[in-house]
């Protein structure tokens, strides 16, 4: 069965303070990782997307990056605006265009 | 800027009135939209394909009969929540891929309803 899972599920960071969060998947052949951005409120935002192990993207205070069996978000220096519930997503095994989407990790940035 | 819209962005309504959320994309024809539903703190769960022409695709365990999907042109899918009820009350959110066979999906900034 595909699944996607995330940890933590809640982040408190002070400003400045690097961390780095988790997304590990067992989808059979995977195809792609994707991982978004969601406000309250909002739908995702669209960050990023990584197709084979070993690729690494950047975008400002963000880098996400992709192994066999996992990928990790690291935030760099955050800022509080920053601060959003970050998801991670993969195609299932039966059909490249359904997502099956992790729960979440709740990143909290304070001053 | 967005490229998939959805209306209206919050509803709140009697229980079993029927409600209609529409989801637009705005610069591209989608052959396929999908519609998510999430509860609070809880992620995206798919709840059906939406194809143009055709009947939806649903997922399992969610009542074709109960939401009603009419993807009736290229750029336009509507969800009707049919004779809603308090457990239906949730966010509702809708997606596109700007190409067949593309990703990512793209994702309207969905509706918040409320049954009363």
């Known amino acids: 069965e595909d699944q996607v899972t995330q940890s933590p599920e809640a982040l408190r960071l002070q400003e400045g303070e690097s961390s780095s969060l988790n997304c590990s998947y067992t989808?059979?052949?995977?195809?792609?990782l994707f991982w978004y951005r969601q406000d309250p409120g909002k739908g995702p935002e669209f960050l990023f997307t990584?197709?084979?192990a070993g690729e690494e993207k950047e975008k400002e205070r963000l880098k996400a990056t992709l192994t066999k069996k996992e990928s990790f978000l690291h935030i760099t220096a955050p800022k509080p605006e920053d601060s959003a519930t970050y998801l991670c997503?993969?195609?299932?095994?039966?059909?490249?265009?359904?997502?099956?989407f992790g729960a979440g990790t709740q990143v909290v940035v304070t001053p | 800027g967005a490229v998939v819209s959805q209306h209206p962005s919050w509803v709140i309504c009697k229980s079993g009135t029927s409600v209609k959320i529409e989801c637009r994309s705005l610069?591209?024809?989608?052959?396929?939209m999908f519609w998510y539903r999430q509860f609070p703190k809880q992620s995206l769960m798919l709840m059906a394909t939406?194809?143009?022409?055709?009947?939806?695709?649903?997922e399992q365990g969610v009542e074709k009969d109960k939401f009603l999907i009419n993807h009736a042109s290229l750029t336009l899918s509507t969800l009707t929540v049919t004779s809603a009820h308090p457990e239906d009350s949730s966010f509702y959110i809708c997606?596109?891929?700007?190409?067949?066979?593309?990703?990512?999906?793209?994702f309207g900034d969905g509706t918040r309803l409320s049954i009363l």
């Open positions: 997606s596109a891929n700007r190409a067949v066979g593309s990703q990512p999906q793209h």
């Open positions: 989808v059979s052949g995977l195809r792609g």
């Open positions: 990584l197709y084979s």
């Open positions: 997503a993969a195609p299932t095994t039966d059909s490249w265009g359904k997502l099956q």
């Open positions: 610069d591209f024809q989608a052959t396929t």
């Open positions: 939406s194809n143009e022409g055709s009947k939806a695709t649903y």
